[in-house]
């Protein structure tokens, strides 16, 4: 039988960008309007109307079917045990900038759906939106002390209360194949070093991404820039990667960089990759024997090289540019409360407590969606399988840092990607790269 949640009228945006058959739209629409007139809502006195805003990908719409299955199950119990309230789910755009920039928008103007899925290094731009949640974190049993270090930084407002669940997380690490390389390079020196060796046997140097797309940012940029003590903009969100001491420590990023490739440690080619998954095609010609990259391409190396070979491959902290420094990136998303009626900020939070955020919330769907728990205790639950690297993720998310959720973070991390492709093609010197890329966040 359907469930009431897959009855209702979704708002489905970015039509144009899908590019959908309209004969199909108009089959969809058709559709939604009948089981609408036929679905069993409640809509007695005591109903409560609970909107909801995510992704497709956080929804039972999700595009894989086993994220919507998970997704969907759960939300068929919400709706047995809770026959009062219904279920409205508005699917945000693809463009995750353009979702947030409308979500602020209905924030702004008091439209703001009860409840929503927002990028986790954004979060605090909503805080003073969002409803404090300490009293029902609380009464479920979810310590904010649990969270790992950068998910609490994220979701703790400066009063010192909660204001999101931060549902999952990733992080960027040092693949390589410990049958060619038995012990990881830790500095860049060693990175070069070890290039060098792995090339007289036929494999390639160190691939990353080094090209435009936010990967080459938070993978190859930022957590070299991080380990330097390095701010990206200043507590109001003003640039300051240009200027003072965290140019000098920019320019040691992007010299460094210069002297690997001019040093033939990484290639050419790499300031053509923008994102993580470009690597994969590396990684498929069985010639690349380490890669900076996200740990859910874990899952993804075995299906390109085959389950034998992937067993001798490990995963190592970042590469930095002094020993004894270490940071890197997580990401993930979180959700956020904007109601201020108490009957559905309970029903909001129980329905993401049982789909991202309990125990056996949080375990399962990162099992099924590929991510990595955001709260220490998760890794040790019955409920989360883990992975073959689970252990070394978690220690490495002790050190992780997200984005500065300033307004002029997107200019600056596309400005950076310019200037890094330009260093490893040879087309600029770090000084001039960093020059332009200040100058026109400036500007």
């Known amino acids: 039988m359907l469930s009431k949640f897959s009855k209702l009228n979704h708002t489905i945006r970015g039509v144009d960008e899908m590019n959908i058959n309209k004969h199909w739209l108009f089959g969809i629409v058709f559709l939604a309007f009948f089981m609408v007139g036929c679905s069993s809502d409640s809509s007695g006195e005591d109903a409560v109307d609970l909107n909801w805003a995510s992704p497709a990908g956080y929804t039972p719409q999700s595009p894989v079917a086993s994220d919507a299955e998970y997704i969907s199950e759960k939300v068929s119990e919400f709706e047995e045990e809770n026959p009062d309230v219904n279920l409205n789910v508005d699917v945000m755009a693809n463009n995750v900038n353009e979702a947030m920039a409308r979500l602020m928008e209905q924030a702004e ?14 979060l605090p731009n909503f805080y003073d939106h969002l409803q404090p949640l300490d009293d029902l974190m609380e009464e479920y049993g979810i310590d904010p002390d649990d969270y790992l270090p950068f ?9 010192g209360k909660i204001y999101g669940l931060y549902m999952n997380t990733d992080t960027r690490v040092l693949f390589y194949d410990t049958d060619v390389i038995p012990e990881p390079p830790s500095t860049w020196d060693e990175v070069i070093e070890v290039s060098t060796k792995i090339q007289e046997e036929g494999y390639n140097g160190l691939m990353l991404p080094g090209g435009r797309g936010e990967g080459t940012s938070v993978t190859t940029l930022w957590p070299l820039f991080w380990a330097q003590g390095g701010e990206l903009t200043d507590d109001d969100g003003n640039p300051t990667f240009g200027e003072g001491e965290n140019r000098e420590k920019m320019l040691n990023v992007l010299t460094t960089i210069q002297e690997a490739a001019e040093a033939g440690a990484i290639p050419q080619r790499v300031s053509s990759y923008g994102a993580e998954g470009d690597l994969d095609q590396e990684v498929a010609t069985g010639k690349t024997a ?109 050190e992780a840092q997200t984005r500065p959720p300033s307004p002029e973070y997107s200019k600056i991390s596309t400005e950076m990607q310019i200037a890094i492709s330009e260093v490893i093609s040879g087309g600029k010197t770090p000084e001039q790269a960093l020059d332009d890329a200040w100058n026109s966040v400036n500007n």
């Not at 103007?109 to 954004?122: E, K, N, V, W």
């Not at 190396?301 to 990136?329: C, K, N, R």
């Not at 375990?363 to 991510?371: L, R």
């Open 151 to 159: 998910a609490k930084d994220v979701v703790t407002g400066p009063d």
């Open 109 to 122: 103007s008091g439209r703001a759906p009860d409840l929503a899925a927002i990028d986790g290094y954004i």
């Open 290 to 398: 380490m890669f900076l990259g996200g740990n859910w391409q874990e899952t993804v190396i075995p299906d390109l090289i085959g389950e034998e070979e992937f067993e001798s491959w490990a995963v190592a902290p970042l590469p930095q540019i002094e020993e004894g420094t270490d940071a890197t990136s997580a990401g993930g998303w979180t959700w956020g409360i904007f109601t201020e009626d108490e009957e559905k900020q309970r029903a909001a939070f129980d329905l993401m407590a049982r789909l991202y955020m309990s125990d056996q919330g949080m375990g399962e769907f990162n099992n099924v969606f590929g991510g990595l728990p955001s709260r220490e205790s998760v890794f040790d639950s019955e409920y989360y399988k883990g992975t073959k690297f689970s252990d070394e993720y978690r220690e490495m998310l002790e």
